[in-house]
């Protein structure tokens, strides 16, 4: 089955550390995305991807660096430079071509707590 | 810009019963798109239901209709008979103009709802 694929799902960090986020499809999907998720509230976008090796700050970039070298792979690395980094953090994905409706796939999200 | 509003943090609806949550948003784009997604306690957001700003008759997936109201910039998800697994975070969201992955999309709030038995 395709999907999207979060590893890990509980994260702890300790302050001044750095972590990464896996995010893996096997859509085929061109877009990936990466939003961030505090208790009570929506998504913010962190950065997304439209294809290999391109990707684009969101509205909270700062203190967050991705990578796209492939185009099943988009994971997150949560710099020491993030003050509040404990949040619930969601990949989804976005297939660049006219479909439906052109909304996304999420995938199970992965829980960071920093301690 | 655009702007996605919830206005209701939270509601309690007998199991059963109809419920209707409301999304309002704010657009100067012709074309966009309005989904729903439900977020149960596991985190995971599930594709519920979407409305083009083009299209004429409102939304319909089997208990989910989205009442689609243009002129007055609404977009509300109504539940038919609600069960208890209807319990969860409900996110109302607006695609941009274009039909590029470059037009993102941007979420309220949320709603909390809870289903009582």
């Known amino acids: 089955d395709g999907g999207i694929t979060q590893s890990p799902k509980y994260l702890f960090r300790k302050e001044g550390q750095n972590v990464t986020l896996s995010c893996e499809q096997n859509?085929?999907?061109?877009?990936m995305y990466w939003y961030r998720q505090d208790p009570g509230q929506g998504l913010r976008l962190i950065y997304y991807?439209?294809?290999?090796?391109?990707?684009q700050k969101g509205d909270i970039a700062e203190g967050y660096s991705v990578s796209r070298e492939k185009k099943e792979s988009f994971p997150l690395t949560v710099t020491s430079a993030q003050k509040n980094p404990t949040a619930f953090y969601l990949c989804?994905?976005?297939?660049?071509?006219?479909?439906?409706?052109?909304?996304?796939?999420f995938g199970s999200g992965t829980r960071l707590t920093v301690v | 810009a655009q702007k996605i509003t919830q206005t209701q943090p939270g509601m309690f609806v007998q199991e059963k019963e109809a419920v209707t949550l409301d999304c309002t948003y704010d657009?100067?784009?012709?074309?966009?798109?309005l989904f729903w997604y439900k977020q149960p306690s596991s985190g995971e957001m599930i594709f519920l239901i979407y409305?083009?700003?083009?299209?004429?008759q409102n939304a319909t997936e089997g208990r989910y209709s989205l009442n689609f109201q243009k002129a007055r910039k609404s977009a509300n998800l109504v539940i038919s008979a609600s069960q208890l697994g209807d319990s969860a975070m409900y996110f109302c969201?607006?695609?941009?103009?274009?039909?590029?992955?470059?037009?993102?999309?941007?979420f309220g709030s949320g709603t909390r709802l809870s289903i009582r038995p």
């Open positions: 989804a994905t976005r297939i660049d071509r006219v479909v439906d409706n052109y909304g996304y796939t």
């Open positions: 859509l085929n999907h061109d877009a």
């Open positions: 991807s439209q294809i290999v090796n391109d990707f």
């Open positions: 657009t100067s784009d012709q074309s966009y798109g």
């Open positions: 409305q083009g700003s083009y299209d004429e």
């Open positions: 969201a607006m695609r941009g103009p274009g039909y590029s992955s470059a037009s993102k999309i941007i």
